[in-house]
Nanobody, 114 residues
Framework: VQLEESGPGLVKPSQTLSLTCTVS??????????WDWIRHTPEKGLEWMGA???????YYSPSLKSRTSIARDTSKNQFTLQLSSVTPEDTAVYYC???????WGQGTQVTVSS
C-alpha cells in the first residue's frame, strides 16, 4: 500500500489546514484497517491526531478533537484531514498512514505563519 499526502505547505494563523491522502495499492474501504493522520514536531515528537475506519467511523485525539475533522472520498480512494483555528504550534510534518499495516506516506511539511 502506498500513501501520499498533498495540500498547502503554508497556512495562515486562524485558518483551516486541509490535507488529502491518496491511497494506492489498497482501498480505504478494506475491512480490518483504519487510516490514520499523525504529525511530528521536534518539540513533541510523533503525535497521533485521529483516524477513520473502513466503515467511516472517526476517532480523534482528545487534545485535538475540537479542531479536527477526518473524512474520506471512496470514489477517489482518499481520506482527508482538516484542522481548524491553526496556530504556529501546529507547524509540523503531517503524515497519513495505515499504522496497523506499517504503511506511511512520506510526510508533508505544513508551516503556520502570517
Amino acid at each position: 500500500v502506498q500513501l501520499e499526502e498533498s495540500g498547502p505547505g503554508l497556512v495562515k494563523p486562524s485558518q483551516t489546514l486541509s490535507l488529502t491522502c491518496t491511497v494506492s495499492g489498497g482501498s480505504v474501504t478494506t475491512t480490518n484497517y483504519a487510516w490514520d493522520w499523525i504529525r511530528h514536531t521536534p518539540e513533541k515528537g510523533l503525535e497521533w491526531m485521529g483516524a477513520i475506519s473502513t466503515r467511516g467511523i472517526t476517532y480523534y485525539s482528545p487534545s485535538l478533537k475540537s479542531r479536527t475533522s477526518i473524512a474520506r472520498d471512496t470514489s477517489k480512494n482518499q481520506f482527508t484531514l482538516q484542522l481548524s483555528s491553526v496556530t504556529p504550534e501546529d507547524t509540523a510534518v503531517y503524515y497519513c498512514a495505515k499504522i496497523s499495516g506499517g504503511d506511511w506516506g512520506q510526510g508533508t511539511q505544513v508551516t503556520v505563519s502570517s
